[in-house]
C-alpha cells in the first residue's frame, strides 16, 4: 500500500524541520508543504489537504516551536489529530445486534469488489457466530449469481438468487423476507453495479433500498480510483443514504487517499478494509491505530493483538520477555529475521511496529525484502557469539567487520548498512523496555503507555 510511503514521506518532513535550528514560520511552511505534497501524491483531495493544512497552522503556535518543545511531536500530534478528524466522520455506523435481523445492503461500481466483499462480511460475522445470509440482486452483470453463490458455497453461507427473474427489485424483497423468516441476524443484499456512474444504476440502487429498507447501506469503493474517490462517494451517497464504507484492495499498489475522501464525501466511517482476494483478507478498520501507522508512530495495539493471533502460543511467552527486556541484541535480529523467513505471519506482527514496516518491509516489495534479510543473516552467520550477544554496537571494530564482510563474501559497505538497521531497530526495541505482559482485551492500556 502506497500510504506507506505517505507516512515515511510525512516523518522525514518532520524529522527535517526538527533538526532545523531556528523554526520560524518559513520552516514550518516547508515541513507542511512536503506534507501537502505528500498527501496530493497519495490521491487525498486537494480541498481536504488545504482545510487539513490550515488548521495545522492555526494549531501550531510557533512561539511554543521557539521555546525548544518538541517541535516534531507538537506537528506529528497536529497532523495526527487531524488525518484523525478527517477519517472519523463523528458518528459511528449502524451497528447490527446478533440474534436481531439487520438487512445491510451493499453498493458500488462495477468491479470494486462488491461482491467479494459481501461474502468477507458474511464470513467475518459467521465466524463470530452470526447467522449471515446473501441475496444476489445483481441482475445487470451475467455471472454475478455464479459469483455469489459459489463464494457463499464455499463459506457455508446460505445464499438467495436467480436465473430466471430479472427484476433485482422482486429478487431483493424475497431473498430478505425469506432470510427473516429463517432468523438470519445478517441479510446481505448485493446489488447491481456499472462501470461508470449512470442515471440507471442510482435509480435501481434507489429501488432495491425503498423495498428492502436496509438498516445500513455500505459503499464499496476501490482504493486504486484515485482523485475520483470524492466525487464518485458522493455521488453514491446522494442517491441512497450510505451509512458505511468499505475500502477494497489496499494491499495493491493504490495510493490508498481515496480513503480520507470517500469518509469526508459521505460523512460515514470507513468499517472495514479489503487486503487481499482471499475471504479473509478483511480488516476491521480504527481510525487511530491506522493513522499511527500511516505516520510512522506504530501500532502498538495492533502489534500486541497480533502477537496473540499469530506467534503460535509457546512462542509468545519467550518474545514478550525479550520485548520487555528491552534489550535487543543481534541475535535477536537474527532470530525474528528466521522468524519472518520461517512463518510468513510474523512479518505482519512485525508491520505494525514503526520502521519495521515503511523501511525494512515495504508493501508490495516483500520479494526484494526476503531478499536483504536473507543477505543480512549470510552477514550475521560469520559473527562470533559475543558479538551475536552483545547490545553495544562499538563493539564492532573496523577490523571485524572486515573480518564478517570476508567470511560472508560481501561489501564492507553491506555489512555497515546490516548494522545501521540493527541499530535502529533497537532503538524501536527499546521503547517497549519494561513492558508489561497483557492478557488480549488488555490492549488500549498498553498502547496508551507505548504512543505516550
Ligand atoms: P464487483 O463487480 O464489484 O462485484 O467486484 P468483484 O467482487 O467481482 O471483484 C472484482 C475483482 O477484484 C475480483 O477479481 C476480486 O477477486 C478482486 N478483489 C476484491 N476485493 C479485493 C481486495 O481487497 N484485494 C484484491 N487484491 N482484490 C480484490
Redo the contacts with the bound molecule.
Keep these: 500500500m502506497v500510504l506507506a510511503q505517505l507516512g515515511g514521506t510525512i516523518s522525514r518532513a518532520l524529522q527535517q524541520m526538527s533538526n532545523a535550528t531556528i523554526i520560524d514560520e518559513k520552516v514550518l511552511n516547508e515541513c507542511l508543504n512536503e506534507i501537502t505534497r505528500a498527501l496530493l501524491q497519495s490521491d487525498v483531495q486537494f480541498k481536504l489537504v488545504r482545510d487539513m493544512t490550515t488548521n495545522i497552522k492555526k494549531i501550531v503556535n510557533l512561539d511554543d516551536l521557539a521555546a525548544g518543545h518538541n517541535k516534531r511531536k507538537i506537528i506529528q500530534q497536529a497532523v495526527f489529530n487531524e488525518l484523525c478528524k478527517i477519517l472519523d466522520p463523528g458518528k459511528p455506523a449502524y451497528a447490527p445486534k446478533k440474534g436481531k435481523p439487520s438487512v445491510i445492503m451493499f453498493v ?1 461500481l ?8 459481501c461474502t468477507k462480511y458474511a464470513y467475518y460475522h459467521q465466524k463470530k457466530g452470526w447467522k449471515p445470509a446473501l441475496v444476489c440482486a445483481d441482475t445487470f ?1 451475467a455471472g454475478a449469481f455464479d ?1 455469489l453463490k459459489q463464494n457463499a458455497t464455499k463459506a457455508k453461507i446460505p445464499f438467495y438468487g436467480s436465473y430466471m427473474e430479472s427484476d433485482p427489485v422482486k429478487i431483493a424483497v424475497e431473498g430478505v423476507e425469506r432470510f427473516k423468516k429463517e432468523s438470519c441476524d445478517l441479510i446481505i443484499v448485493d446489488t447491481s ?1 456499472r462501470h461508470k456512474q449512470e442515471a440507471s444504476l442510482f435509480e435501481e440502487m434507489r429501488q432495491v433500498a425503498e423495498a428492502t429498507k436496509p438498516d445500513l447501506v455500505i459503499f ?1 469503493m476501490d482504493s486504486s480510483i484515485g482523485q475520483a474517490a470524492f466525487d464518485q462517494a458522493q455521488a453514491f451517497k446522494q442517491s441512497v443514504a450510505v451509512g458505511a464504507v468499505i475500502i ?5 499498489h493504490a495510493k490508498g487517499g481515496g480513503a480520507l475522501s470517500a469518509v469526508a464525501a459521505t460523512k460515514s466511517p470507513v468499517i472495514f478494509i ?4 482471499h475471504m479473509d ?1 478483511f480488516e476491521v478498520f480504527d481510525v487511530k491505530p491506522f493513522v499511527s501507522r500511516l505516520l510512522g508512530m506504530g501500532d502498538w495495539s495492533g502489534f500486541m493483538d497480533k502477537i496473540h493471533e499469530v506467534v503460535p502460543m509457546d512462542q509468545q511467552p519467550e518474545l514478550l520477555q525479550k520485548l520487555s527486556e528491552g534489550n535487543f541484541t543481534l541475535r535477536i535480529m537474527y532470530e525474528q529475521f528466521q522468524n519472518i523467513m520461517k512463518m510468513g505471519p510474523i512479518s505482519q506482527v512485525f508491520s505494525m511496529l514503526p520502521g519495521f514496516s515503511a523501511e525494512l518491509m515495504p508493501q508490495g516489495q516483500e520479494k526484494e525484502s526476503q531478499a536483504k534479510i536473507k543477505r543480512y543473516m549470510t552477514m550475521m552467520d560469520s559473527m562470533t557469539d559475543d558479538e551475536l550477544d552483545s547490545s553495544n554496537p562499538k563493539l564492532m571494530t573496523d577490523s571485524r567487520i572486515m573480518r564478517i564482510a570476508r567470511g560472508a563474501g560481501r561489501h564492507v559497505r553491506e555489512v555497515m548498512d546490516m548494522l545501521e538497521e540493527y541499530k535502529r531497530l533497537a532503538k524501536i526495541w527499546s521503547k517497549m523496555k519494561g513492558l508489561k505482559i497483557p492478557k488480549k482485551g488488555e490492549m488500549s492500556a498498553l498502547s496508551r503507555n507505548m504512543n505516550a
Design positions: 458500488g462495477q468491479g470494486s469488489g462488491k461482491t467479494t466483499t452483470r459469483q453495479g464499496v477494497t484492495k489496499m494491499d495493491g479489503g487486503t487481499g482476494e483478507e
